[in-house]
């Protein structure tokens, strides 16, 4: 089991649109998200910064990287796109942080 950590970054005055449309995710994405190897997912919002923070355990890595090539994927990053800076696919603008500790 790999532990991901990343940032994303949350346009200012969407802080509620963002928990409103996470509280109500889709059924099919929490689906594809478990069939490809992920759980305990979480995002934390610092509401100073505007920066997500996400976490989550996956088992399966290669399918993780193949989450972008699914519509239902494509599709809720559309859905997305007018709340977060975003790549050009729509896809949000993210960086990945390096785990410096764990406590089991």
């Avoid at 399918?63 to 972008?68: G, V």
């Avoid at 494509?74 to 390096?98: A, C, R």
Wanted: proline share 2%; charged share 35%.
């Amino acid at each position: 089991m790999k532990r991901i950590a990343f940032k994303m970054f949350l346009l200012r005055g969407f802080e509620e649109e963002y928990k409103k449309r996470h509280a109500e995710i889709w059924t099919e994405l929490k689906e594809l998200l478990k069939d490809s190897g992920v759980s305990s997912y979480s995002i934390f919002l610092d509401e100073e910064t505007n920066i997500l923070f996400g976490v989550l355990d996956c088992s399966n890595e290669q399918k993780y990287k193949d989450l972008p090539s699914h519509a239902v994927m494509q599709k809720w990053w559309e859905y997305n796109k007018d709340l977060m800076e975003t790549n050009e696919d729509h896809s949000p603008k993210s960086v990945g942080l390096e785990d410096v500790f764990y406590l089991k």
